[in-house]
């Protein structure tokens, strides 16, 4: 589990870093992680609400953090 916070971690300072980027940019972003990793350690984000996966354009996903306010709503809601 180790390995999954520090992944997790690592998202999370890219993103606050870039704001915005597609799964290979963030992936490129973290060399010391496969792209296996980097897409397992997103979704496990997007589920639980802390990171958004935005659909702009055909074949286009963006990245970003979710609000804070979105991601306490995301709770709730599972509760």
Do not use: N
């Amino acid at each position: 589990m180790a390995q999954a916070f520090s992944i997790e971690s690592a998202i999370h300072e890219q993103l606050s870093r870039v704001s915005t980027c597609s799964l290979d940019e963030l992936a490129a972003l973290l060399p010391g992680y496969s792209w296996a990793q980097v897409f397992a350690a997103v979704d496990r984000l997007t589920r639980e609400g802390t990171v958004v996966l935005k659909h702009p354009a055909p074949f286009r996903y963006l990245l970003s953090l979710a609000s804070h306010r979105s991601v306490e709503a995301h709770h709730v809601m599972q509760s």
